[in-house]
């Protein structure tokens, strides 16, 4: 396996990570990323670099930022956002890895991708959920903006800094499992 194969694994799952937290903000990134050719792609996906794909998830990147602002619209989100994750997320690893076979594409992509991106989105949505019912609603435009934000650091450090992208992932994966384990019933 190449140097770039192995970058471009570690782009697909900083990316995905990044989905768990909003869907279209990495999708806006990676599209970016292919159009200005800061990064190259899977040969059936370099549609995504497109002008028209720029636009359009560029437009569905601000109405979904948005829509996390306006209450009750939030936590509807929320429950479609875990299937819509592991989709993108899947999408996205399929789209940045390069030299792979495609069994071992198509694994990594749904096990490692959508995998990702369902666990952080499911772990977001269960804040939101938290932070509606003991704040009626109140913080849920801090973690909002708590989550755009991560999803666009961790979006844009995935592109140039595959990495560190890595790193933080499994970094935020700890934190998730921690968050787990505290709220987890002890059993008897």
């Known amino acids: 396996m190449s140097i770039e194969s192995i970058l471009s694994i570690f782009l697909g799952v900083g990316l995905a990570a990044s989905v768990g937290f909003r869907v279209f ?8 990323a292919a159009h200005f050719q800061v990064w190259e792609l899977n040969e059936s996906w370099l549609w995504i670099g497109s002008l028209p794909a720029v636009i359009v998830l560029g ?3 601000i109405v979904e930022i948005l829509a996390y602002y306006v209450p009750f619209i939030d936590n509807l989100l929320d429950t ?18 390069i030299d792979l076979s495609p069994v071992f594409t198509w694994a990594l992509a749904i096990v490692a991708g959508g995998g990702t991106a369902a666990v ?8 939101r959920l938290a932070s509606t ?25 995935s592109i140039f ?7 933080l992932v499994f970094i935020i994966g700890f ?7 505290k709220f987890k019933p002890l059993k008897p």
């Open 25 to 32: 903000v990495p999708l806006f990134v990676l599209s970016l």
């Open 133 to 157: 019912s003991t704040t009626a609603g109140f913080a849920n435009p801090i973690v909002s903006t708590l989550e755009t934000g991560t999803s666009i650091l961790l979006a844009i450090i």
């Open 161 to 167: 800094l595959p990495i560190l992208a890595i790193v």
């Open 59 to 61: 437009v569905a990147t």
């Open 175 to 181: 934190i998730i499992f921690k968050i787990y384990r």
């Open 120 to 127: 952080i989105a499911g772990t977001t949505s269960a804040t």
């Open 80 to 97: 479609i956002a875990v299937p819509l994750a592991a989709i993108a997320g899947t999408a996205i690893m399929v789209s940045t890895a």
